[in-house]
């Protein structure tokens, strides 16, 4: 089907002739999948303010005494990490707190991690270095670890991450309040200028978890604390028994903590730098494995959750299985239907229907980039301007399908059973 | 029946009081004034003993035991000789044989009494001591060599050395006997004060390894030719000593004149009965005779040779310590290796221990019964468990335990202290055997304290900058805060922090001269100018040295200028 000019002008003047209710018919995947969460967002924007300076009279006033009643135990494990694990490391002692254990775990490393992990220790930068022969994935390292570490306070972070020299100090502090038990800590991509696919992700980075989470906290829904960089009370991780088989072992704690009734906190000014993917595959597999993790998590582990009926039920974790069900799994299950009943119904208009709708998106996410930007206290505006276009067309119509695939594979196919990233002596034995 | 004694003593006084003496002890006494009332006593009945004088009227002690040992060759008394002079009666031919013993008039009475209890004990004792004096004579002396005995013999003791030694303590003395190593620290004390320094210690017990000079023992010929050979090299090298270390005071001086007669270096023993682990040969004090050789070292009178390091405990500076695997957490050395079991099914992992409930093996997480290996669980590796707080590592912290104060130390926070054998240099024999009016600065001169690399380099700078005529200063750089920065973050720490300031002070002196870590202190040579002095740029100088190390070592400086007068600064 070959596009002319006339044909959107065709469909321009089509657009205009429409009554308020027609236009409503054509934009309804829109107008549900996509203005709900916007609206939540700028609702969100106007009422965050008056929490966060509630929060932060709270912090002021205990500033003081945060951090120096607690010990931190920071665990760093990792599987052939021996390139990153020193760097990681020197930032960790970098820290504004200097008085953490550093515990660093080994997970069947058959490269010179173990090793360097010696070298650190005898140097006085690692108080323990643990090593495994075999390697039995994050959960089981992370949990020798926490087995091996005497902090009240468990700070989990990549090997492969860097800090910022009050992440750790930020990161504790809201654990004054001895309801929370665990603290998830921003994450910021450092390598946003090496491509297009890491700048797309650096902006999605400052939607979803710089602001996505400052929300999500500010109505008690934060729901995954992040594997790169999250913090744990002692007794609410000994609570749930620790760390579970993965993957997606920081969702599934972070739900299994929520479920005893521990609070969770987003601590906006605790900054963790990663690497993101680089290459469009690099991206797609890792959010495969998310998507995929996210699914047996929410909908087989935790399902439950949905079922009113059930003793673990709760309306709080109602709302973001709920969330997840409609907004990620049914948006990206619909929009393929959408994009045909369109072209079935309008024909060549169907090209104008979305092509405005992509510029209705684009003003928007531009103006959420500005927000975001301001709530983030970042300057992120002027330095990603250029590419939002861009990236509303890439979340749109790639990563979008991304997901269907990942929800299809996972469904129908079990695809997270053959996910490498958890090794298939633990895969098999998985008990969901 | 008590044994009978003639005492033969001119002078009426002594023969009174040894004769009252000798009764009381139950001996039966007879007197008589000279040789020949001395003879006609015998005549008339036997004595076991006769103690003659040597000076007598008319016929002296040794004519008259001549005349004596003549008229009864078989079964006449044993004789001793109480002289005055020695040396004199030594002298005449025969006296050695005649005589079994030779004593000193002025001798006091329990060694006379213990002199005539040993003589009259053993019948053929003569006979033994005259084939003793013909083994010694065969090795060219000849007479027994004059011995002290460390510590106080038994009697028995005394007997059996008594025979190859001439154990009367006259002068001059030509050995120390040792029979028992543990009077190591009475050797120290006469190597450090007594005028017998210079004397080769003989080691009779076969402990004393390389401390003593020489070992004997009866039944070795060897040994006997070399004591022989000692006591002939001692002898012959004391004299070539000149008079300010024949008779030095210091101990440094005492220990360079010993090494230079003795023809030995000083060497480290291992000894695990001192808490330095180490002595060292020639019996001299330990620990003073490190200061004191190290001293000889920077006289350039004595250079060294690496020995061993030794860890040092931080309180008491034994280096008796035990070196132990720890428990990082605390401190524990109860440390026992653990299989390391992974559940599956819950993600635990943790020591086998934790999993044990009699001979089943239960997750300590979930409860579930782990049966299946390699189904259910594994063994990803192994850990040390520490039993008393169950913490594990995979590697183990390492501490040292004192075993003479019971002090800890963190492996890393204990200091590290070398040991060097010492040998002598040419420069030293000449030093010692020189006479001081030849060259009085060289001893005492500021450049003759310099450190052997520091005059090198000071030497080599004035050759090549002879053509401008140029002086040098010498200044010895020291650091307060050492044994300070030792103790808290270890011997490694304080070393470089050290190595970073001396390349500041050689990066900031550039070509004004040259910097040189010499043992424990640094040294600068710089060449001295008019406008500004070392002395007056130097506060300066060191604070700048300083202020980009992390820690303050607090430099002290001191300049040693060949020629002038030193002065202290810090």
């Known amino acids: 089907m070959r596009l002319t000019v006339a044909d959107f002008e065709r469909g321009f003047d089509f657009l205009l002739a429409q009554s308020a209710l027609s236009l409503i018919s054509l934009f309804w995947y829109t107008i549900i999948f996509e203005f709900p969460r916007y609206g939540i967002a700028f609702l969100a924007v106007a009422v965050v303010p008056v929490v966060e300076r509630r929060r932060l009279v709270q912090h002021a006033s205990d500033r003081s005494v945060s951090g120096s009643k607690s010990r931190i135990s920071v665990l760093a494990v990792g599987h052939n990490e021996a390139g990153s694990i020193e760097r990681c490391v020197r930032s960790l002692r970098a820290q504004s707190l200097t008085n953490l254990e550093i515990i660093v775990v080994s997970d069947g490393s058959s490269d010179a991690m173990s090793r360097v992990a010696t070298k650190l220790t005898k140097e006085g930068l690692v108080d323990r270095?643990?090593?495994?022969?075999?390697?039995?994935?994050?959960?089981?390292?992370?949990?020798?670890?926490?087995?091996?570490?005497?902090?009240?306070?468990?700070?989990?972070?990549?090997?492969?991450?860097?800090?910022?020299?009050?992440?750790?100090?930020?990161?504790?502090?809201?654990?004054?309040?001895?309801?929370?038990?665990?603290?998830?800590?921003?994450?910021?991509?450092?390598?946003?200028?090496?491509?297009?696919?890491?700048?797309?992700?650096?902006?999605?980075?400052?939607?979803?978890?710089?602001?996505?989470?400052?929300?999500?906290?500010?109505?008690?829904?934060?729901?995954?604390?992040?594997?790169?960089?999250?913090?744990?009370?002692?007794?609410?991780?000994?609570?749930?028994?620790?760390?579970?088989?993965?993957?997606?072992?920081?969702?599934?704690?972070?739900?299994?903590?929520?479920?005893?009734?521990w609070r969770v906190e987003f601590a906006e000014d605790a900054v963790c730098y990663t690497d993101v993917p680089e290459t469009l595959w690099g991206l797609i597999r890792q959010r495969f494995r998310w998507e995929r993790d996210a699914i047996w998590l929410r909908f087989r582990k935790h399902w439950r959750l949905l079922h009113p009926g059930s003793s673990s039920f709760r309306i709080a974790e109602a709302v973001h299985q709920w969330d997840y069900l409609i907004f990620n799994v049914a948006g990206a299950i619909i929009f393929p239907f959408y994009i045909a009943w369109l072209y079935q119904t309008y024909g060549t208009s169907a090209t104008t229907v979305l092509v405005a709708t992509q510029v209705g998106l684009v003003?928007?996410?531009?103006?959420?980039?500005?927000?975001?930007?301001?709530?983030?206290?970042?300057?992120?505006?002027?330095?990603?301007?250029?590419?939002?276009?861009?990236?509303?067309?890439?979340?749109?119509?790639?990563?979008?399908?991304?997901?269907?695939?990942?929800?299809?594979?996972?469904?129908?196919?079990?695809?997270?059973?053959?996910?490498?990233?958890v090794p298939a002596k633990v895969r098999a034995a998985r008990p969901w | 029946m008590s044994p009978r004694i003639l005492l033969v003593e001119d002078d009426l006084i002594s023969q009174d009081v040894l004769k009252s003496v000798l009764e009381a002890r139950g001996f039966v006494v007879d007197a008589a004034k000279d040789g020949f009332a001395a003879v006609r006593l015998l005549e008339k009945r036997g004595y076991d003993l006769a103690l003659v004088d040597y000076q007598l009227p008319d016929m002296d002690g040794y004519a008259s035991a001549r005349l004596i040992r003549d008229l009864h060759e078989k079964g006449g008394p044993k004789l001793i000789a109480l002289t005055a002079n020695a040396p004199a009666l030594e002298a005449r031919t025969g006296a050695d044989e005649i005589f079994e013993m030779i004593l000193p008039k002025?001798?006091?009475?329990?060694?006379?009494?213990?002199?005539?209890?040993?003589?009259?004990?053993?019948?053929?004792?003569?006979?033994?001591?005259?084939?003793?004096?013909?083994?010694?004579?065969?090795?060219?002396?000849?007479?027994?060599?004059?011995?002290?005995?460390?510590?106080?013999?038994?009697?028995?003791?005394?007997?059996?050395?008594?025979?190859?030694?001439?154990?009367?303590?006259?002068?001059?003395?030509?050995?120390?006997?040792?029979?028992?190593?543990?009077?190591?620290?009475?050797?120290?004390?006469?190597?450090?004060?007594?005028?017998?320094?210079?004397?080769?210690?003989?080691?009779?017990?076969?402990?004393?390894?390389?401390?003593?000079?020489?070992?004997?023992?009866?039944?070795?010929?060897?040994?006997?030719?070399?004591?022989?050979?000692?006591?002939?090299?001692?002898?012959?090298?004391?004299?070539?000593?000149?008079?300010?270390?024949?008779?030095?005071?210091?101990?440094?001086?005492?220990?360079?004149?010993?090494?230079?007669?003795?023809?030995?270096?000083?060497?480290?023993?291992?000894?695990?009965?001192?808490?330095?682990?180490?002595?060292?040969?020639?019996?001299?004090?330990?620990?003073?005779?490190?200061?004191?050789?190290?001293?000889?070292?920077?006289?350039?009178?004595?250079?060294?040779?690496?020995?061993?390091?030794?860890?040092?405990?931080?309180?008491?500076?034994?280096?008796?310590?035990?070196?132990?695997?720890?428990?990082?957490?605390?401190?524990?050395?109860?440390?026992?290796?653990?299989?390391?079991?992974?559940?599956?099914?819950?993600?635990?992992?943790?020591?086998?221990?934790?999993?044990?409930?009699?001979?089943?093996?239960?997750?300590?997480?979930?409860?579930?019964?782990?049966?299946?290996?390699?189904?259910?669980?594994?063994?990803?590796?192994?850990?040390?468990?520490?039993?008393?707080?169950?913490?594990?590592?995979?590697?183990?912290?390492?501490?040292?335990?004192?075993?003479?104060?019971?002090?800890?130390?963190?492996?890393?926070?204990?200091?590290?202290?070398?040991?060097?054998?010492?040998?002598?240099?040419?420069?030293?024999?000449?030093?010692?055997?020189?006479?001081?009016?030849?060259?009085?600065?060289?001893?005492?001169?500021?450049?003759?304290?310099?450190?052997?690399?520091?005059?090198?380099?000071?030497?080599?700078?004035?050759?090549?900058?002879?053509?401008?005529?140029?002086?040098f200063e010498v200044i010895e750089i020291s650091y307060k805060a050492r044994d300070d920065i030792i103790a808290r973050h270890g011997l490694s720490h304080f070393m470089a922090l050290r190595a970073l300031f001396i390349e500041n002070l050689i990066n900031k002196l550039s070509d004004l001269g040259e910097v040189l870590a010499e043992g424990d202190k640094d040294y600068a040579v710089v060449e001295k100018r008019e406008d500004a002095s070392f002395a007056r740029i130097a506060d300066r100088l060191l604070l700048h040295c300083q202020s980009s190390l992390a820690i303050n070592v607090d430099p002290a400086f001191r300049v040693l200028d060949a020629k002038a007068n030193e002065a202290d600064r810090g």
């Open chain 2, 106 to 471: 002025s001798l006091d009475l329990p060694s006379l009494l213990q002199a005539i209890d040993r003589s009259l004990s053993d019948p053929r004792r003569g006979s033994l001591i005259r084939q003793a004096i013909g083994l010694w004579q065969e090795r060219g002396h000849s007479r027994r060599p004059p011995a002290i005995v460390f510590p106080e013999p038994t009697r028995e003791q005394h007997l059996v050395l008594g025979v190859c030694f001439d154990l009367v303590p006259h002068d001059p003395t030509e050995v120390i006997l040792v029979t028992d190593s543990s009077v190591i620290p009475s050797l120290e004390q006469i190597r450090a004060s007594s005028q017998h320094f210079l004397l080769p210690i003989v080691d009779l017990s076969g402990c004393m390894a390389e401390s003593a000079d020489v070992t004997f023992s009866v039944s070795a010929p060897d040994s006997w030719s070399g004591l022989a050979a000692c006591i002939d090299r001692h002898a012959s090298r004391s004299t070539l000593l000149n008079d300010h270390f024949r008779h030095a005071a210091k101990l440094e001086d005492r220990l360079i004149a010993y090494l230079f007669v003795a023809e030995r270096s000083l060497a480290p023993i291992v000894d695990a009965s001192k808490t330095s682990c180490v002595r060292y040969s020639g019996c001299f004090p330990d620990p003073e005779v490190i200061d004191a050789a190290e001293n000889l070292v920077s006289r350039g009178l004595l250079v060294r040779d690496f020995f061993d390091r030794f860890h040092s405990c931080i309180n008491c500076h034994s280096h008796r310590l035990n070196v132990r695997e720890e428990c990082p957490s605390c401190r524990s050395p109860y440390l026992n290796l653990s299989d390391l079991l992974h559940h599956f099914k819950c993600a635990h992992q943790g020591p086998e221990e934790e999993f044990r409930s009699g001979s089943r093996l239960l997750c300590p997480k979930c409860r579930k019964e782990l049966r299946h290996y390699g189904g259910d669980y594994d063994k990803s590796g192994r850990v040390l468990r520490c039993s008393p707080c169950g913490t594990c590592s995979s590697e183990p912290a390492i501490g040292f335990s004192c075993m003479d104060c019971g002090t800890h130390m963190d492996g890393d926070a204990t200091p590290k202290r070398d040991l060097f054998a010492y040998h002598m240099t040419p420069r030293a024999r000449q030093t010692v055997t020189r006479s001081l009016v030849d060259a009085p600065d060289r001893l005492t001169g500021a450049r003759g304290l310099l450190r052997p690399a520091v005059t090198r380099a000071l030497e080599k700078l004035e050759t090549d900058r002879r053509k401008a005529r140029s002086e």
């Open chain 1, 129 to 261: 270095a643990l090593a495994t022969d075999l390697r039995g994935g994050k959960s089981s390292g992370v949990n020798l670890a926490i087995h091996a570490s005497t902090g009240n306070i468990i700070v989990n972070v990549d090997c492969d991450c860097s800090y910022d020299r009050f992440a750790i100090e930020n990161a504790v502090r809201p654990f004054d309040d001895p309801s929370v038990g665990a603290v998830c800590g921003d994450i910021i991509p450092r390598n946003g200028d090496t491509s297009l696919i890491a700048r797309f992700q650096e902006i999605e980075y400052l939607h979803t978890i710089s602001v996505g989470k400052r929300i999500a906290a500010a109505f008690g829904q934060v729901v995954c604390v992040s594997g790169a960089f999250g913090a744990f009370r002692r007794e609410a991780l000994a609570s749930v028994g620790n760390f579970d088989v993965g993957g997606g072992e920081d969702l599934d704690l972070t739900l299994r903590l929520r479920s005893k009734g």
């Open chain 1, 363 to 421: 003003v928007v996410d531009t103006l959420m980039l500005a927000i975001a930007a301001r709530v983030a206290g970042r300057p992120a505006l002027a330095r990603n301007l250029p590419y939002m276009l861009g990236y509303s067309f890439f979340a749109s119509y790639i990563m979008r399908f991304v997901r269907l695939w990942a929800y299809i594979e996972e469904f129908f196919l079990f695809g997270s059973r053959r996910d490498n990233y």
